[in-house]
């Protein structure tokens, strides 16, 4: 069975933080790439962080350094933390996986959410 759980989702002042988290199972968890994606209100689902098992991590521009992504092993789970949040971070976020690309993130693949193997339901952020 191949999950992604999201969780740690809820409402903040701007300026205030939010640490997202996505327990996997073990499959998805040896995928080679594993991200975060958004979906705001009246957009397309878009790519926030992405880890690759490689080692190397990438960011969308508008994270501005504002948001850190993580693998915690021993927990089997991503993070995203994200500190000063604006209203314009409000949206669903997404944790999202795939084991074909052979360790990395390709960016082609980044800006489509839907080439992602695995999925999981989201968790929803307001920020006000």
């Known amino acids: 069975d191949v999950q992604l759980v999201e969780s740690g989702g809820g409402s903040v002042q701007a300026g205030g933080s939010l640490r997202l988290s996505c327990a996997a199972t073990p499959v998805a968890f040896k995928s080679g790439c594993m991200a975060w994606f958004r979906q705001t209100p009246g957009q397309e689902r878009e790519w926030v962080a992405a880890?690759?098992?490689?080692?190397?991590?990438n960011y969308a521009d508008f994270v501005g350094g504002r948001s850190t992504i993580a693998k915690d092993n021993a927990n089997r789970s991503l993070s995203l933390q994200m500190n000063s949040l604006k209203p314009e971070d409000t949206g669903m976020y997404y944790c999202q996986a795939d084991p074909t690309w052979g360790g990395r993130c390709p960016s082609q693949y980044l800006r489509v959410w839907a080439a992602f193997a695995y999925r999981g339901q989201g968790t929803q952020v307001t920020v006000s």
């Open positions: 880890l690759a098992s490689e080692g190397n991590t």
